[in-house]
Each structure stands twice: as structure tokens, then as C-alpha cells.
């Protein structure tokens, strides 16, 4: 039986890299991460342009300030976690056993690569494919390779790029590593200091009972590090596969190309952690932390689950100018529900029909343009007051569902009629209970032929309750046009109104 | 002696440089046309409403616009297509189009808002902080006419939609007279790309040559029941120009465009015959 194999990625400086990810402006420039209450904060992260700018970890804000040119950012543990689920899910793609082993400010995790040499080649070959899948989500990663747990995750920590410890060779790997790998207790370490053992190697070369007897039980653990040889339950995880991604500003946003910038970054994530998991995005809910304490959430919702990013950014483009928040924004998350890619099959004599994404991006404009609730899909409603309608959202319907009317082409046309929406107040002059004439703003009717009324009220129990004549009028206007029009006499006002015309 | 068609090509040579196939007539595009649903404008228009093309429809308040319009839009409904009417003065009666056997499922209502500041306008909010693009509602580029016309460019450029409805009936002429002419030319080549049927429903003709068919309305009688119920109306319809008409019109008829009538019921005989 083979031994276990184990990989471990090691990601340093996580802060900075979890920030930075996000803000492809920064990747070249001297960045570092504060953390802390205002005004203690210190330097818990930094790239390694600032460290060559001077830059280290624990100097407060004001010795960070003094370094021309030294970005600051404040650290943001949103955007650390959804750094995280990014980090695992590559891992993911290599083995289905995880284990996760965080520290403070490193993003680290080990995977169970026993028996996958046929997948994924030799151990070489699959820690160099697992760095360049974290690289290509913007994330660096030292990979150390081993049949120990340990060796492996302190390889991974304190070595740079790719490693791998051939089997029973795990002793003379470590063997020049400082014992601050091993994290071990302060007064111990100074123990240590003091007896002159500053090398793994030092440490393991000495005697097991001696070292007991003088440090305690745990030092059988220690040593056994050291030597790579100490045995570990793996203890896996669930890699959830959740699409998310945050971002929080460092100062309060208020120009939309700077949050679409933003957001155009997050959707190209989004749509690639989709894709390799053969998805789509069907749906994008987009978070935002206002300043003043509110918040501010809309969904998009596409026709059709897509990964097309240009497409997912011009609907969030859309969406946001129709919608524009109420204050500057602080932080900016975008929540992405997985769907199934679509596939549309295409008929040699079905109809043409706009193409989906397209008309979504059509009707978000037309949306900016006339209104939100005012492009759609008219739905009558099931009431029997007069004109009573909602709209729907537009949505291209199969050919099974579609409802086909029940009308026959030959059956006589139907009398129109126009709405005027809101309906147009009117004098009127009656002549036995009839309208004679009637007179709006602008003109004046003789009316010829009146026919009514037909008498209509519901609702009587809600506020909603209307009682009403209608009146279908014939009628010549001052300047000898004839019309044919709806005229309407509520009963609860006593007002004439004229609210439609027959056309 | 030379034969006429030797010189016809002889003179065509002659000409070539001033005028190309001097004497050779144009092939003539025969244009594919869908039903209106009204068997006498269809036989009017020889067939129907040109596909790919822009067709007016004018005319007064009450001459039957509407109703020839969703007539129409019926039938391409009918054929599981997609259709859109774009309204620009919010005066679209969706019971009357369910009534005409519209499938509204199927037609995509775009109702252009009034620009004009309203009392609800107190109550938008603040966005003097924020630089997001907004429309302008007092600029006069955004009146219902403008909105409905960019409305019609972009469904016009989407694709897809078998007829749009561009119902600018109850528009001032004036006012819907200065939509410029590239305007309706532009509309002309994305409704000839995308195979759409552009209806202008206006009080008078206005993408002059770029409408293959203007259709002139009018009212003719209204007809009762018993003198209690208003049973329906008869309309006129005739022809104010068709770009490529098939039948070769006579002098007369080119004196005298031809017109039909038809007729519409309204609700209450609809109800009775069902």
C-alpha cells in the first residue's frame, strides 16, 4: 500500500492579497493592509513592493504614512472569507479531501492527493497546475509536497514556489528551517535560544528521553516535527461551492465607472469559479453598504443562465443607472445563483424571436427610459372593474404554453379604444338624463347619439370601490370632427369624465 | 434594319454613363406581406402589410387606427410571434387588444411616461451626491415622442420582433411632423434588415418615401341596436401611397385611389353573438 501523499498551498500575506485581488489598479504599487481600532492601527500586511519600500509588519499608521507612496488599506475580513472560499474551491478542483489550516494572515490548506497521480501526473505536475489555477484567481501560492502532513505545511510556509519531499527524505528537508516553524510557546523558544538550537536539524538530533524529561510531553511532538515524522488525523472539510464576492472601499464611492470597475472584476471571477464547475449565472443579487447606514440590494435576473461577462456587466450597468443608490457606497457584494448552461434548440420553421440576452440588455434600456413598471407584458386582471391591468415582465413564452386566442381570424374586428390615462375631467350638459354636449379643457362636443348607461360598481367593502356610469357617445367637436367616445359619470363624486375614445 | 432589341441595346450603350439600363425596366421586388385579419384592407393591399417594411397608418380620433392595428397584431400573434407597441401617449387598452385576439403574453408594451414634473416629483430622492447617468426629465429631448422613438430604434436593433406599433395617434401632428426624415429612413433599413413590420399610427402621414404603404383612415357610420346600444362602426380605408403596388393602377385610379370599408363591432355585440 502506498503512503498518503499530501499537498499543502500556502498563501502569505492574505490581507493584501485578498484586498488586492479585487483592485487590479493596486497590483503594481506598494500596498499595505492596516488592522486595528483607529488611531492604534498597525501594518498586519503588506506587498512585497512595500516591504522593498521599507515597509513592516506592526509599524503604526503614522511610520507607515511617513513612506512616500505606500498605499494603506484597511483590512476587510468580508473580503478575506470570500478570498478564502475562492482559495478552497481551486483546491477543490484537485481533490475532493481538504483540510484547512488558517493562521492569523496566511490562507493555507492541505489536500489528500493519495492516488491521483493518474489524474493530474506526478506531484510536480499537479502542484504546478494548483498554483497556476490559484494564480489565475489572483491568488500566490507556495505549494510543498509530502507524505507528511506537517513537513508538508511547513515546507509550504516558509519556502517560495514549488516543492516536493521524496519519501523519507522529510528530515534532511526541514533540516535547515528555523524553529520559529514550529510556532512553539515563547518560554520554550527562549529554552531553546539559550541551549543554542535555532535549526530543525539541531532540534531533531536530540535525544528523545532527555528532551522529555527536561521539556515536558510535548516535546516528543516537537521533535518528531522536526524529523517529519509526526503523524496527523486528516481532518477534512466541505469545500462549499458558494458564488459570492466582496469588496469594500477604502473611501466612499459615488461615480458608477469606479463601482462598475469594481464589479466588472467581480463578475469575471463569478463567471469563472461558474465555469469550471460547467455552470452559468441565472441569477446576480447585488449588495451594497451605503453610507449613513443604508443598505441597498437589487437582482438581475437574465432570460437565460449565462457566463457572457459583458453581458452580466451591461445589466448591472443598466440596473444601477436605473436605480442609482441613494449615498455613496462603501463596500460592494455580488452574490451569484448557479444555473444550468443554457442550451436553446432552434426550429427550421419556428418564428424568429429576439435573441434572449439581447433582450434583456433592450429591455433594461427601455426600462431607463420609460420606467421600471412601465415596460412589459400587459396581464388583465381578474376583476370586473373597467381597464383593470398589470404589467408583467416580458419573457418569451415556448410555443406550447403560448396562449392562443380564442377569436377566429374570420370573426368580426373589434371597436378599439384609446385611454386616456388619467382620464380627462368634462363639463356636461344633459337633456333627459342624457349627455347633450359636453365640454374639456380644450373644446366643445355636440353630442348626436348616446347610448347608456351601463352601470358598473364593485368593491364596495375597500377603498378601492368604484360605482360608475358609462356613457358610449357619438359626438361632433367645434371644428366639425366626429368622434366616437366613452364618456364616464362616477357616481361617489358626481364627475364626468372622459375616459376613452373608440378608434 | 436592326432589330428593336438591337437597339434598345445600342441606345443603352449610348446612355450607359448618364443613365444605366436606360430602357431595361427594374426587376420588381415583390414584397412578402402578412395578413391585417381584415379580409377588405387585405384585399386592398393586395395581401396585407409589407414585411420588413414601414406602413402608416393615419388618420382622425375614432376612423379605426386602432382597431386595424391590433387586428393586425392579432395575426401575428396568432402565428406565435413576438410584437411590441410602443406607446407614446399611455393610451394602449389592453382589453380591447385581448378582445381583438391579441396575444398579450406575446406583445411587449413599452409605455412612455409623461416628462412633465408631476407632484410625485417632490418625492424622489436626493442624488446630488451621486454622479449616476440619469435621464434629464426636463430636457425637452426626453418628451414622450423622443422616448418613443428611441424605444422604437432599440427594439428596431434588438431583432426579433415580428411587428412593432409605433402609436403616436394621439400626438400633436406638429409636433410629430418634426421627427426629421432620417429618422424614419433609419427606422426603414433596421425594419428591411430585421424583417419587422413598423406600423406608425399618427393623425398624418410622416416618414413619407420611407413608408412602403400609407393607409388613410376615416369614420363612415356608427350603427346601433334598437337606438339603446352602439353595435359598431364602419370605417373607410384607403390608400395614400404603396410603394410597389402589384396591379398597375388605371388613370382613374390614379385620380382616385381605391378604398374599402370595413366594419368593427363594439363590446356589447361581441358579447351578444357569443
Redesign the interface.
Known amino acids: 500500500m502506498s503512503p498518503n501523499l499530501y499537498a499543502c498551498a500556502h498563501a502569505e500575506e492574505f490581507p493584501a492579497q485578498a484586498l488586492l485581488r479585487m483592485r487590479t489598479d493596486l497590483t503594481s504599487q506598494p500596498v499595505a493592509i492596516l488592522d486595528g481600532r483607529p488611531p492604534l492601527e498597525t501594518v498586519c500586511s503588506l506587498n512585497r513592493l512595500a516591504r522593498l519600500k521599507g515597509a513592516a509588519l506592526g509599524m503604526t499608521r503614522l511610520e507607515a504614512e511617513s513612506i512616500p507612496g505606500l498605499h494603506l488599506l484597511a483590512r476587510s475580513l468580508e473580503t478575506e472569507a470570500a478570498a478564502r472560499a475562492v482559495f478552497l474551491e481551486c483546491a477543490a478542483h484537485f481533490s475532493p479531501r481538504i483540510e484547512s489550516v488558517n493562521h492569523e494572515t496566511t490562507c493555507a490548506c492541505v489536500l489528500d492527493i493519495t492516488g491521483t497521480e493518474r489524474l493530474f501526473g506526478p506531484p510536480e505536475l499537479l502542484a504546478q497546475r494548483l498554483r497556476d489555477a490559484l494564480a489565475s484567481s489572483s491568488l500566490r501560492a507556495s505549494v510543498a509536497v509530502s507524505t507528511n502532513f506537517h513537513a508538508a505545511c511547513m515546507k509550504a510556509a516558509t519556502t517560495r514556489g514549488i516543492t516536493v519531499i521524496p519519501l523519507g527524505h522529510e528530515a534532511v528537508a526541514l533540516s535547515r528551517l528555523s524553529l520559529a516553524a514550529l510556532n512553539l510557546p515563547t518560554d520554550h523558544a527562549e529554552t531553546f535560544a539559550i541551549w543554542g538550537i535555532r535549526t530543525l536539524a539541531e532540534l531533531a538530533a536530540l535525544p528523545e528521553s532527555d528532551l522529555v524529561a527536561r521539556l515536558g510531553p510535548q516535546a516528543r511532538d516537537w521533535r518528531n516535527l522536526a524529523r517529519g515524522v509526526l503523524p496527523h488525523t486528516f481532518q477534512p472539510i466541505e469545500a462549499g461551492f458558494s458564488l459570492q464576492e466582496f469588496c469594500a472601499f477604502e473611501t466612499p464611492v459615488?461615480?458608477?465607472d469606479s463601482l462598475l470597475f469594481i464589479g466588472a472584476r467581480m463578475i469575471d471571477c463569478l463567471a469563472t469559479r461558474a465555469a469550471t464547475h460547467a455552470l452559468s449565472l441565472a441569477s446576480l443579487a447585488v449588495q451594497m453598504q451605503l453610507e449613513g447606514g443604508h443598505a441597498y440590494q437589487r437582482t438581475i435576473r437574465p432570460a437565460l443562465a449565462t457566463i457572457d461577462r459583458k453581458f452580466l456587466l451591461k445589466l448591472l450597468q443598466l440596473e444601477?443607472?436605473a436605480h442609482?443608490?441613494?449615498?455613496?457606497v462603501l463596500s460592494l457584494t455580488l452574490s451569484a445563483q448557479a444555473g444550468q448552461s443554457s442550451k436553446v434548440q432552434l426550429g427550421l420553421f419556428?418564428?424568429?424571436?429576439?435573441?434572449p440576452s439581447?433582450?434583456d440588455v433592450?429591455?433594461a434600456?427601455?426600462r431607463?427610459?420609460?420606467?421600471e413598471d412601465?415596460?412589459?407584458?400587459?396581464?388583465?386582471e381578474d376583476s370586473h372593474r373597467?381597464?383593470s391591468?398589470r404589467?408583467e415582465s416580458?419573457a418569451?413564452?415556448n410555443?406550447s404554453s403560448?396562449?392562443?386566442?380564442?377569436?377566429s381570424?374570420s370573426?368580426?374586428?373589434?371597436?378599439?379604444?384609446?385611454?386616456?390615462?388619467p382620464p380627462a375631467p368634462v363639463r356636461v350638459q344633459l337633456n333627459a338624463l342624457k349627455p347633450a354636449a359636453f365640454r374639456d379643457r380644450e373644446q366643445s362636443f355636440k353630442v348626436s347619439?348616446a347610448?347608456g348607461p351601463w352601470r358598473t360598481s364593485g368593491c364596495w367593502w375597500s377603498t378601492e370601490a368604484w360605482n360608475r356610469e358609462e356613457w358610449?357617445v357619438?359626438a361632433e367637436s367645434s371644428n366639425g370632427?366626429?368622434?366616437?367616445?366613452l364618456l364616464v359619470h362616477n357616481c361617489t363624486r358626481n364627475r364626468w369624465q372622459l375616459e376613452?375614445?373608440?378608434? | 434594319m436592326p432589330s428593336a432589341s438591337a437597339l434598345r441595346i445600342q441606345i443603352e450603350n449610348a446612355l450607359e454613363r448618364r443613365f444605366p439600363s436606360a430602357l431595361t425596366p427594374q426587376p420588381r421586388t415583390i414584397r412578402e406581406t402578412s395578413?391585417t385579419?381584415?379580409p377588405e384592407v387585405d384585399q386592398l393591399l393586395d395581401g396585407g402589410l409589407p414585411v420588413g417594411a414601414i406602413s402608416e397608418i393615419t388618420g382622425?380620433?375614432?376612423?379605426?387606427?386602432?382597431?386595424?392595428a391590433?387586428?393586425f397584431l392579432?395575426?401575428r400573434?396568432?402565428?406565435?410571434?413576438?410584437c411590441a407597441w410602443i406607446d407614446a401617449s399611455?393610451?394602449?387598452?389592453?382589453?380591447?387588444?385581448?378582445?381583438?385576439?391579441?396575444?398579450?403574453?406575446?406583445?411587449?408594451?413599452?409605455?412612455?411616461?409623461n416628462p412633465l414634473p408631476g407632484p410625485q416629483s417632490s418625492a424622489r430622492?436626493?442624488?446630488s451626491?451621486?454622479?449616476?447617468?440619469?435621464?434629464d426629465l426636463s430636457r425637452p429631448d426626453?418628451s414622450c415622442l423622443a422616448?418613443a422613438l428611441?424605444?422604437t430604434d432599440?427594439?428596431l436593433?434588438?431583432?426579433?420582433?415580428?411587428a412593432l406599433v409605433l402609436d403616436l395617434?394621439?400626438t400633436a401632428p406638429e409636433h410629430a411632423a418634426k421627427v426629421p426624415l432620417a429618422t424614419w429612413f433609419r427606422f426603414r433599413q433596421a425594419a428591411d434588415r430585421t424583417?419587422c413590420s413598423l406600423l406608425v399610427l399618427a393623425q398624418e402621414p410622416l416618414a413619407q418615401s420611407s413608408a412602403a404603404v400609407v393607409l388613410e383612415c376615416a369614420?363612415l357610420t356608427?350603427q346601433?341596436a334598437n337606438?339603446?346600444?352602439?353595435s359598431?362602426?364602419s370605417y373607410q380605408v384607403r390608400t395614400g401611397r404603396q410603394s410597389s403596388p402589384t396591379k398597375t393602377l388605371s388613370i382613374a385610379g390614379r385620380r382616385k385611389p381605391p378604398s374599402v370599408e370595413?366594419?368593427?363591432?363594439?363590446?356589447s355585440q361581441?358579447e351578444a353573438s357569443a
Open positions: 459615488e461615480q458608477i444601477i443607472a442609482p443608490p441613494q449615498s455613496a419556428a418564428p424568429q424571436t429576439p435573441e439581447r433582450l433592450t429591455i434600456r427601455l431607463a427610459i420609460a420606467g412601465r415596460v412589459g407584458s400587459p396581464v388583465l373597467p381597464g391591468f404589467m416580458f418569451i413564452a410555443s403560448t396562449y392562443k386566442p380564442v377569436e381570424s370573426a368580426l374586428p373589434r371597436m378599439a379604444l384609446r385611454r386616456i390615462r347619439a347610448y358610449d357619438l370632427a366626429s368622434v366616437a367616445c376613452a375614445f373608440y378608434d | 395578413s385579419g381584415i382622425p380620433v375614432s376612423s379605426g387606427r386602432t382597431s386595424l391590433l387586428a392579432a395575426q400573434t396568432s402565428e406565435d410571434r413576438v399611455d393610451s394602449f387598452d389592453s382589453e380591447s387588444a385581448a378582445a381583438n385576439g391579441v396575444a398579450l403574453k406575446q406583445l411587449l408594451w413599452v409605455r412612455c411616461k430622492p436626493n442624488f451626491r451621486l454622479d449616476f447617468p440619469r435621464p426626453f422616448q428611441r424605444a432599440l427594439l436593433q434588438a431583432g426579433g420582433f415580428a395617434g394621439s424583417r369614420p356608427a346601433s337606438q339603446t346600444v352602439l359598431g362602426c370595413w366594419s368593427a363591432a363594439s363590446a361581441r
